[in-house]
């Protein structure tokens, strides 16, 4: 029996036999019906519907609607005409295309206040990743994908395959890792699950777009061997092995060429080299011109900054058609590309779309397997797993306990779906009646990621003349520049705004601007620090004096300025704000002199109320970290520290109850000055709408944790190399540490992590013995590498094999080994398996920058497996010739 049959046989059997958790259902009717869904995602991920580049007929088909089309037309399908979708020509039966934002749920507005409106909220991806399980990959996309096509859309945008350059990144909770092999099995995955419901997902931000400052004009210049090795290698498995259907351009430039008008991706390699036969998306108004958009590969221009029929790819596409600038064949290319995408979706054609389906049991489920595979055990003292029998009384501490996190992130967060349940209600949930469950805050919560506080309404003294209500005069106007008479007036009580859509019924959601009006008494003497966040643009005047210009087009951007004011008297203080598209994100805040004594004061003694309730329990749960706020679009994190106190919270945690586990939530690494001195420590990521029903069943020992962790934790930011190397700028990046990132780079200069790429601690043992190496027969493959794995410990579980190859003896430098192979194996108590892992030519190559290709070298190379990068449990040695 092939290796990868016995695996399935295995993880289905340790799918029955795992523990049901306690939620309103937990009859054998719903485990079955979890087993019976994952079995078809599986089988149907193997053999995908409609994944062939394509088809004889639909070429045919396309050939002859295209035939039909006038130039109008051609061109209507070759931009939006509204936000999420692409125009429709009624004349020849071609509907509109619809897309949707949500890689990890689909954003679906409820018309009706009924169930089946809703969908579900599935963990992020970086936590899909830290499973390190195609299969769970493939489970996740087959969810969105059949809430996709239930919606009625055509196109799911997403996976992000980005790779994790900083972790400051404020994108990163939504990509898979710093290493592009599993970045790209990950997505694979994902993908053909996606797309077996008759939707396209679409890879995207390609490529580059790997921070968020200054992300719509930073421009990213790697060499090309960087380039080839790190950043694109994701993208190609996604196109080659995925079979992608769309790939969608990012923000950025690339070597001084916007992403979107780039030939060198998009013609070259991207279509070229690679073959991809789908649509080219432009991210929401990332198009810089329409002739070199056009003649280097764009295909379809999506956004929302102006005037429909004024896109680069509407009236002056046809303008430049007209003039000889852009050929009518580059134009057919891509209208055929257009109507391929049309028929895979079956949007057109006889074929009928798969139904679909959302919010149901069996996906609600998934969200819940997907999320506890996804837990990292980072560090266990022998605390955990907690046995409900010997605690009556447990301290749940901290914000994160009790937040909602689904519905933030930007794009990406889900808008409607029906439940999320808090680590705090999963713990109660859990434990019933049979201990006692008492939460404290611990920290204040900090609502704004640019760490300034709303001004409170007490300290306004501006007011709605109707209502009485303090606030700020809001004059909304449907210009770009404040010109004309206001739309609407209305007074808000704090500037702090992140609209998706428009700001009301009857303004446009792009192109508007606003002036708010309000007079602020300060409540003491001294220096105050103001601080005005926006995207695009903004400026700040206290008595007519502007004291903040931040008035020109980019993404969010924050300004500060600090000003003594005088206690007791009035300034009047005005805002004004424009949105030209992407994005549109305000916030007015202040700091210094009140503030920051309020934050002490309040810090202080919520500590001391977390400190009095962990004294009188038998098991502490600290659930710190950050949230949404801080891991969002359009902005990065200005360090990896926990900050807010949280790290005074923990220490004085741990001294009052050395049974304190910390659990950490976040899109990636952060940093642990206290880490020696805390039994246990799990990372949580953000795990969807069954986050608490998961970590309940990780803690109290249900599940057997399994994941493992997607990219490197440093001790401190300035171990990155991106940081090391200052090589995070605002107006360019040069990509210094070249192919040596993550894991990479601290094996190759040996430097020590705080947890290493791959790390991830489990309830159980497993023992590695007897790896070889053999020739293969099959094609394509080198070598068949084979390793026996033992579960020597007394709790059935899930490890992840993970092979490195070294390459001894290469002319060009190589990293000291990199991520060529990985397998995710259940085994109950005293089982044995033998894990097969193929190795191919590409696997031993490395991207030589003067023949252009990928080469590889004969000599030697070394193969280690184990259980991290820096747990290397076997090796062998092999002789390429």
């Known amino acids: 029996m092939p290796a990868r049959q016995r695996d399935k046989i295995a993880a289905s059997k340790y799918l029955l036999e795992r523990r049901m958790p306690k939620v309103k259902a937990k009859s054998l009717w719903f485990t079955l019906l979890f087993v019976s869904f994952l079995s078809v995602a599986s089988r149907s991920a193997e053999q995908p519907k409609g994944m062939s580049i394509s088809s004889p007929s639909v070429e045919r088909q396309v050939e002859e609607i295209l035939s039909r089309m006038t130039l109008d037309e051609k061109i209507t399908v070759l931009h939006g005409n509204s936000t999420f979708s692409v125009g429709a020509v009624k004349r020849l039966g071609i509907p509109e295309l619809t897309l949707s934002d949500g890689p990890h749920g689909i954003r679906q507005d409820a018309s009706e206040n009924r169930d089946d409106y809703y969908v579900t909220a599935m963990p992020v991806g970086v936590a899909l990743a830290a499973t390190w399980n195609i299969e769970m990959a493939r489970l996740m996309g087959n969810v969105i994908g059949a809430e996709a096509r239930n919606c009625n859309k055509q196109v799911l945008l997403g996976p992000g395959v980005n790779m994790m350059k900083t972790p400051l990144c404020g994108r990163n909770f939504e990509y898979y890792s710093e290493d592009p092999y599993l970045a790209g099995k990950i997505a694979v995955e994902y993908i053909k699950g996606v797309q077996q ?104 221009e999506m956004g929302t900054n102006k005037p429909y029929d004024q896109y680069f790819f509407a009236a002056p596409l046809k303008k430049a058609v007209q003039q000889g600038q852009v050929p009518l064949s580059v134009v057919d290319d891509k209208v055929r590309r257009v109507l391929r995408l049309m028929f895979r979706t079956k949007l057109v054609g006889a074929d009928k779309p798969v139904p679909g389906s959302r919010n149901t049991r069996a996906h609600q489920i998934a969200a819940r397997k997907v999320a506890e595979e996804a837990v990292v055990l980072l560090k266990n003292n022998g605390v955990l797993p907690i046995d409900i029998n010997k605690v009556k009384k447990i301290a749940v501490i901290g914000e ?337 540490e070249g192919i040596l990132v993550g894991y990479r780079w601290f094996d190759t200069k040996n430097v020590e992590p705080l947890f290493a790429f791959g790390h991830g601690l489990s309830y159980t043992k497993f023992e590695y013995t007897n790896v070889r190496v053999r020739k293969s027969n099959e094609d394509g493959v080198l070598y068949e590498v084979q390793v026996d794995v033992k579960n020597t410990g007394d709790m059935a579980g899930a490890e992840v094999v993970q092979m490195y190859i070294a390459d001894e003896e290469s002319s060009l430098m190589r990293p000291e080994k990199e991520l060529k192979g990985f397998r995710k194996v259940f085994l109950k108590p005293g089982d044995k398996i033998t894990v097969s892992m193929p190795i191919d030519k590409r696997m031993l190559s490395f991207y030589d920058p003067t023949k252009k290709a990928w080469v590889a070298e004969s000599g030697a190379f070394k193969l280690l497996i184990g259980s991290s990068s820096r747990d290397i449990r076997v090796t062998a040695n092999l002789q390429y010739e």
């Open 197 to 300: 419901n008759d939707v396209a997902a679409c890879a995207k931000h390609y490529a580059l777009n790997n921070q968020e400052k200054n992300r719509c004009f930073v421009d990213a210049r790697p060499d090309e061997r960087t380039l080839r090795e790190i950043y694109l290698p994701a993208f190609e498995m996604a196109v080659k092995e995925g079979k992608v259907w769309c790939v969608m351009g990012s923000y950025n430039k690339v070597r001084g060429k916007w992403s979107c008008e780039n030939k060198h991706l998009a013609r070259d390699i991207l279509k070229g080299q690679w073959g991809f036969d789908g649509v080219y998306i432009s991210d929401w108004c990332a198009v810089h011109s329409t002739v070199d958009s056009a003649i280097n590969g764009l295909d379809l």
């Open 400 to 736: 994160n306990a009790n937040m909602i996190q689904s519905d933030k992130g930007g794009s990406s967060s889900v808008k409607n779906y029906l439940y999320e349940i808090t680590p705090l209600e999963g713990i109660k949930r859990r434990v019933g009646r049979t201990a006692s469950v008492t939460f404290a805050q611990g920290y204040i919560s900090y609502r704004n990621a640019f760490d300034f506080d709303m001004i409170p309404e007490k300290y306004l003294s501006s007011f709605d003349p109707v209502s009485g209500a303090k606030g700020w005069r809001g004059e909304y106007f449907a210009s770009l520049d404040l010109s004309g008479k206001p739309t609407f007036v209305r007074y808000d009580s704090n500037i702090n705004f992140k609209w998706l859509g428009a700001p009301a019924d009857n303004m446009p959601e792009d192109n508007f601007s606003v002036r708010w009006t309000g007079t602020v008494v300060a409540p003491a003497s001294g220096e105050y620090e103001f601080g005005l966040l926006s995207d695009d643009g903004s400026r700040m005047f206290i008595d007519g004096e502007m004291l903040i210009d931040n008035w020109w087009d980019h993404g969010p951007l924050a300004k500060t300025r600090k000003i003594e004011l005088e206690k007791g008297k009035e300034y009047n203080i005005v805002i004004e704000y424009y949105d030209s598209g992407v994005g549109a994100d305000v916030k007015l805040g202040w700091r210094g002199c009140v503030s920051d004594n309020i934050k002490e004061t309040v810090n202080n003694n919520m500590i001391a109320e977390a400190v009095a309730v962990a004294k009188d329990a038998d098991v502490v749960f600290v659930f710190v970290g950050h949230n949404h706020y801080y891991d969002d679009e359009g902005r990065d994190k200005a360090d990896i520290k926990l900050g807010h106190n949280q790290d005074e919270l923990i220490e004085a945690l741990t001294k009052a109850n050395p049974k304190t586990v910390a659990l950490l939530t976040s899109g990636g690494a952060l940093e642990m000055p206290w880490v020696n001195d805390v039994p246990a420590v799990l990372q949580m990521w953000y795990l969807g709408m069954e986050s608490g029903n998961a970590v309940a069943n990780i803690l109290f020992g249900d599940v057997n944790p399994s994941g493992k962790l997607p990219m490197t934790f440093p001790k401190k930011l300035e171990d990155i190399p991106a940081h090391k190397l200052d090589d995070y700028k605002v107006e360019y990046c040069d990509y210094k």
